[in-house]
DNA sequence: GCAGGAACTGCAAACGTTTGTATGACAACT
DNA sequence: AGTTGTCATACAAACGTTTGCAGTTCCTGC
């Protein structure tokens, strides 16, 4: 391990000739003696091969810091190690991952992937109207499988490319009958158990706040629009573009408009709810006296605000794990279902509590 | 274009028998009478086919939805168009790529990256004593090149990594003479600029809260530490671990150690930076009223904290923006030289302000 | 002493591209 | 008309592995 030369054995410097950089198998194999072939199962650790030749060639490798070139052993074994992760930017225009929910699942992902050996590929998709976004990651011999990361608008194109492609697994909704796997969160539970946590603490006009053309932001819409019919009070919706720099004006315009009613904020993420809070802190009403506002995610930073927001919690590290794990069941060739995990209500300084 | 059927050219059903999937060059060098070398120019757009040929073949592909092998493609062409992204996770255990620091320059490297063509391969590495971590992903022939995340504790490393491997950038700190290319803040500068903030504000006993450990950190606790020195006011080192849930225990047992003395809390980073806003609130201790606080990074996320955080400022998307440039300057074997860029002082409610 | 296995190792054929060179056709110039 | 040149395409050699198959050696049991 520790010196090298000095030993005498080693032709580190000066032995037959000038051996240059060992680059390939046929290198090593030469200087070992032995076939590419052999040398290809002694580093693999096979045990089709002498122990001893093994260790030989083994040190060797290590020696002279060979490393066998990747491309070739995935083209040959199609087999490449890697998973796509991707992250489709649908309808918003705004082309940033820096979205923090994203973040932080991609963060969970990651740790999952490398943890079973993957690497990870991440692609940033910005859907074009046709499937290619997709097929081009996946058709491409590049990924073994592919995780995504949402499912914005692109619902069909997923469940289209998914009718022919297994090893897929998208973070989003599960709606009856839909053919490609996917872990998520009840959305529409999420959105009631919102409302009503409002309402049962004493909220008499909510309003919504998030652009409900995604999927799943649009079932949390509906589960609070049913929580609030159901128990008579009034909802309104206002739509919220998540480009952040924009997101503070519109809130800010929005408050300004429903100015007085309102008692009762439900935010389509916690990124929309802490910009709502400090609006509010702006325009100088009280949270959660004048003001009770909602969150849905439960991010690391939703404990951090001040008030600590009250949410919704996704199990974010959870569904990653369950995501990894579906993947891994169908790139084995055997069936994976959806999941649709129970969200959970964490009640902190936001809302009046119960 | 529209249609394709009905045409009477083309062979989309019964032809010549049962055309299987088209996967190869070669399949579709069958389907229009020509040669696997013709196709492949043809698709990558090259001149030296017939305009007429090349139409027609690209034709063909986007019917049969076919797309070249990457990992033969990229055997044979030596190139990747993949860039390692690596995170070191260095003398932390915690297992973690979820640091929002790295998330933020994660976020615009792979959006920096992703608009110039390239994809984006996420490793987290675990440094084991021995230079293998790095050289596993720059010797394999995966990446064209790598950008590095921070330096962690694994300066000699890169530096030895670097003297024989060229297309690498780090995001850190540049030592005079270093041979790889570093893009980062001016520690020293930033710290200094802390201290001196607060002192300036009427601060008279100082407290750094930070792992010194890592490079960058170190020197912000330097430039603090001198600033302080020449004012002559009094600065002690609280070591705070970024594993998040010691994070809280230890700024708590700090806070009740130093209690009444300290006036002023210089943070290693923002997220350290809300934890003892937290913190304090708790105690009872008013913002910037008995403490002042001021952190370091500027992340999105500082401005919403209540009060909102004065910071450091790093200029993360520039800097991402400097990787990328230089990493691609470097992949065509010209010099790329290291960028130290200056923080600013960024006054929100945290500080009493100038 | 010999057949029948084990246990290793070598050989060579893939994997699916890209690309340098050769070939053929055809136009243009002398 | 012969030569030169251009253009379009075919041919075939890499790229560096993995792996099925076929040897080779050596041992075991009869």
New interface residues.
């Given amino acids: 391990m520790g010196h090298e030369n000095g030993g005498g054995s080693n032709n580190s410097s000066g032995d037959s000739g000038a051996t240059g950089p060992v680059r390939t198998l046929a290198d090593l194999a030469r200087l070992a003696g032995v076939s590419t072939g052999t040398v290809s199962r002694a580093l693999a650790g096979k045990s089709l091969v002498n122990a001893e030749t093994r260790e030989r060639i083994q040190a060797l490798a290590r020696e002279h810091?060979f490393?066998?070139?990747?491309?070739?052993s995935?083209?040959r074994s199609k087999r490449?190690g890697?998973i796509g992760?991707v992250i489709p930017l649908g309808h918003e225009k705004r082309?940033?991952?820096?979205d923090?929910f994203f973040?932080?699942l991609?963060?969970?992902l990651?740790?999952e992937l490398?943890e079973s050996g993957y690497?990870?590929?991440?692609?940033?998709a910005i859907p074009d109207g046709t499937s290619d976004w997709l097929?081009?990651i996946t058709?491409?011999?590049?990924v073994d499988g592919v995780l995504l990361i949402g499912q914005s608008d692109q619902f069909e194109v997923i469940e289209a490319v998914a009718s022919h492609y297994r090893p897929l697994v998208a973070w989003g909704a599960y709606r009856e009958g839909q053919v490609h796997c996917a872990v998520g969160t009840d959305n529409i539970a999420g959105g009631r158990i919102a409302a009503e946590h409002l309402i049962a603490s004493g909220a008499r006009s909510l309003a919504f706040m998030g652009e409900t053309k995604g999927i799943e932001i649009n079932e949390r819409w509906r589960g609070a629009e049913a929580a609030a019919q159901e128990a008579g009070v009034p909802i309104m919706r206002i739509p919220i573009s998540l480009a952040?720099d924009d997101m503070a004006r519109q809130i800010a315009e929005a408050a300004q408009a429903a100015n007085r009613e309102l008692d009762g904020i439900i935010a389509a993420s916690d990124l929309i709810a802490?910009?709502v809070?400090?609006c509010l802190?702006e325009k100088g009403r009280a949270v959660p006296g004048d003001v009770q506002v909602i969150g849905f995610d439960d991010l690391?930073?939703a404990?951090?605000?001040?008030?600590?927001l009250t949410t919704i919690r996704q199990e974010i590290a959870g569904g990653a794990k369950a995501m990894v794990e579906k993947l891994k069941a169908l790139l084995e060739g055997n069936p994976a279902e959806s999941m649709k995990m129970a969200p959970r209500l964490v009640v902190r300084g936001t809302t009046k509590g119960a």
Avoid at 95 to 98: P, V
Avoid at 119 to 124: G, N, T, W
């Fill in positions: 810091g490393r066998p070139n990747q491309m070739a995935k083209l490449t890697v992760v082309q940033h991952i820096s923090p973040l932080t991609l963060g969970w990651a740790d490398t690497d990870v590929m991440l692609s940033r097929e081009r058709g491409s011999g590049m952040s802490m910009n809070l400090r802190h690391p930073l404990s951090m605000t001040m008030p600590p």
